[in-house]
């Protein structure tokens, strides 16, 4: 056997999957970050009394404890690529989209934070997009 056909043999991830890997690091580490935000308002770290869980309103509790406890979820399994990884993101993300859009109201309106989320999310569609054309056109 030659050295060529070792070579050959050797399997490589394509650049759209190199990609893929690297958007969903950059999205993980964001979730790690908005993750420790939250766990900093429950904590108290800031004076405040949207920063301190006992001085917050309940729907405030609410949004902080469950989104305290996903986005590392969502952070680790992003990072991990695993296929659970981005189900608890769009999850997340659901929470927030209603959060600051639909009942901008009450938690106030982030539109910038709302449009983000679902140009990620187009982003995210449009990698699996051209995974599965990928997979097509070396499958031919």
Do not use: N
């Not at 070792?6 to 690091?25: D, H, M, N, T």
């Not at 108290?44 to 309940?58: E, S």
Request: aromatic fraction near 18%.
């Amino acid at each position: 056997m030659t050295e060529d056909g070792i070579k050959a043999s050797v399997l490589q991830p394509a650049l759209i999957e190199g990609l893929f890997a690297a958007f969903q690091r950059i999205v993980a580490a964001y979730c790690l970050l908005f993750g420790v935000f939250y766990w900093i308002r429950l904590i108290g770290y800031f004076p405040g009394p949207l920063w301190r869980f006992d001085t917050m309103p309940v729907e405030w509790q609410i949004a902080s404890v469950t989104l305290a406890a996903l986005y590392p979820v969502a952070g680790i399994g992003l990072w991990m690529t695993a296929s659970w990884g981005p189900v608890i993101w769009f999850i997340c993300a659901a929470i927030e989209i209603v959060m600051y859009g639909a009942m901008g109201h009450v938690f106030g309106s982030r539109w910038m934070l709302v449009g983000s989320y679902i140009l990620i999310a187009l982003l995210y569609v449009g990698f699996r997009a051209a995974l599965v054309w990928h997979a097509r056109q070396t499958r031919k």
